[in-house]
């Protein structure tokens, strides 16, 4: 048996935030410093909504705080009620944002192979209380958002995606936001894109953005009018700030990752018991994550035991998303959570692990992450 790889010498986790050179920060906060002028749609506040909606070719974009306020608002810009149908392997924010708008989450099983939405099991769960489809692009794969639209039209139903890990995803050369009413982007400090905090909504037309601009900002038209029961959901210039010098640089990030997710491509799958996630040909990958699959039964060892002993190596992994949404204490007694109901979800979240994917890792890191499964995988 080979002997053990080095551990790293400082902690590795499954992202680091892209910071920009400082000196590209300090003039930006220097503009601020000079206006004086904090939050309230300022003039970092206006650039960066402008360059994002360029970026993504996204024309009808609203900047927010988070992405879960900014799905919170979504949720009332589209006056939604009694029951949306969701997936359970998410983030807990997607159906916790259900449930701060009184609405019931109603979890259909996932695909298998794109772990999004599966369409066959969203239409038996559609009863007159449903009012829309919730879908989350998985690790940047874009939900089968044809055969969605197909239902939510047929069923007079609104559809909703929380693209928190779809940053910069195409499909079929169309921007991933281009599909549904609502595609809510986050931009927290472990995505591809970022502003330490923060989060925007893409819609379809003027009229919406009209609506949700007004929800974020406490429904205020004017000095004297308050016209909607709003909510403080504003993006404050230090974060837009952070936001214009991170886009500056979201490429050259972009393209360092696609060439780690390449070597572990190459890498991993000849280890036993291991599979790639990957995104469809017809995909533009958002390469906000790298995950892996684990066969119980093909690998010597589960995921949760890779998990664990590649902290050896101060390599830590994420079991991402586990565990599911539905057995959360909150959720779990609704009748569209029961296990059985859910095979696939609860299969794949045994299953699924994380690895390390940004820039800073580089090639020789990626390497050191293959060399560590390698030898947990192939170890007694």
Same mark, same amino acid.
């Given at each position: 048996?080979?002997?053990?790889?080095?551990?790293?010498?400082?902690?590795?986790?499954?992202?680091?935030?892209?910071?920009?050179?400082?000196?590209?920060?300090?003039?930006?906060?220097?503009? &601020?410093?000079?206006?004086?002028?904090?939050?309230?749609?300022?003039?970092?506040?206006?650039?960066?909504?402008?360059?994002?909606?360029?970026?993504?070719?996204?024309?009808?974009?609203?900047?927010?705080?988070?992405?879960?306020?900014?799905? &919170?608002? !979504?949720?009332?810009?589209?006056?939604?009620?009694?029951?949306?149908?969701?997936?359970?392997?998410?983030?807990? !924010?997607?159906?916790?944002?259900?449930?701060? $708008? $009184?609405?019931?989450? @109603?979890?259909?099983?996932?695909?298998?192979?794109?772990?999004?939405?599966?369409?066959?099991?969203?239409?038996?769960?559609?009863?007159?209380?449903?009012?829309?489809?919730?879908?989350?692009?998985?690790?940047?794969?874009?939900?089968?958002?044809?055969?969605?639209?197909?239902?939510?039209?047929?069923?007079?139903?609104?559809?909703?995606?929380?693209? !928190?890990?779809?940053?910069?995803?195409?499909?079929?050369?169309?921007? &991933?936001?281009?599909?549904?009413?609502?595609?809510?982007?986050?931009?927290?400090?472990?995505?591809?894109?970022?502003?330490?905090?923060?989060?925007?909504?893409? @819609?379809?037309?003027?009229?919406?953005?009209?609506?949700?601009?007004?929800?974020?900002?406490?429904?205020?038209?004017?000095?004297?009018?308050?016209?909607?029961?709003?909510?403080?959901?504003?993006?404050?210039?230090?974060?837009? /700030?952070?936001?214009?010098?991170?886009?500056?640089?979201?490429?050259?990030?972009?393209?360092?990752?696609?060439?780690?997710?390449?070597?572990?491509?190459?890498?991993?799958?000849?280890? $036993?018991?291991?599979?790639?996630?990957?995104?469809?040909?017809?995909?533009? $990958?958002?390469?906000?994550?790298?995950?892996?699959?684990?066969?119980?039964?093909?690998?010597?060892?589960?995921?949760?035991?890779?998990?664990?002993?590649?902290?050896?190596?101060?390599?830590?992994?994420?079991?991402?998303?586990?565990?599911?949404?539905?057995?959360?204490?909150?959720?779990?007694?609704?009748?569209? !959570?029961?296990?059985?109901?859910?095979?696939?979800?609860?299969?794949?979240?045994?299953? @699924?692990?994380?690895?390390?994917?940004?820039?800073?890792?580089?090639?020789?890191?990626?390497?050191?992450?293959?060399?560590?499964?390698?030898?947990?995988?192939?170890? /007694?």
């Amino acid at each position: 048996m080979p002997s053990a790889p080095t551990p790293f010498p400082e902690p590795v986790y499954v992202a680091r935030p892209l910071l920009p050179p400082l000196e590209e920060f300090v003039r930006e906060l220097g503009d &601020i410093w000079s206006a004086a002028w904090l939050t309230n749609n300022g003039a970092k506040h206006v650039a960066l909504e402008q360059a994002l909606s360029d970026h993504l070719r996204a024309p009808h974009l609203s900047l927010f705080n988070n992405g879960t306020i900014a799905l &919170i608002v !979504a949720c009332r810009a589209l006056r939604l009620a009694g029951e949306v149908i969701t997936t359970p392997f998410t983030f807990p !924010a997607t159906p916790h944002v259900l449930s701060w $708008n $009184n609405i019931t989450p @109603v979890f259909a099983d996932i695909d298998p192979v794109s772990m999004t939405i599966d369409p066959a099991k969203i239409e038996p769960l559609i009863t007159a209380r449903t009012t829309a489809i919730l879908g989350v692009h998985v690790y940047g794969i874009p939900c089968q958002v044809d055969a969605i639209r197909t239902i939510a039209d047929y069923y007079g139903l609104r559809v909703i995606y929380d693209g !928190a890990h779809a940053f910069g995803t195409e499909l079929d050369g169309q921007p &991933i936001t281009a599909f549904g009413d609502v595609t809510m982007l986050s931009f927290h400090a472990t995505k591809l894109f970022h502003t330490a905090e923060g989060g925007a909504l893409v @819609v379809r037309d003027a009229r919406l953005k009209h609506q949700i601009d007004l929800l974020k900002n406490f429904g205020i038209r004017n000095e004297e009018e308050v016209v909607l029961p709003g909510i403080n959901g504003k993006m404050t210039e230090l974060q837009a /700030a952070m936001g214009l010098a991170v886009l500056r640089h979201i490429d050259t990030e972009r393209d360092a990752r696609a060439s780690i997710a390449k070597l572990y491509r190459e890498r991993l799958p000849a280890i $036993n018991g291991i599979t790639c996630a990957d995104t469809p040909a017809s995909v533009r $990958n958002s390469y906000q994550y790298f995950v892996i699959r684990v066969q119980e039964g093909r690998a010597r060892k589960g995921r949760d035991q890779l998990h664990d002993e590649m902290k050896r190596f101060n390599i830590f992994t994420r079991k991402y998303f586990y565990p599911l949404c539905s057995t959360y204490s909150c959720y779990s007694e609704l009748p569209s !959570a029961a296990p059985m109901r859910l095979p696939n979800a609860h299969r794949v979240a045994a299953q @699924v692990l994380a690895l390390p994917i940004f820039g800073a890792l580089g090639q020789d890191g990626a390497d050191r992450v293959c060399d560590a499964i390698d030898f947990v995988m192939g170890s /007694a």
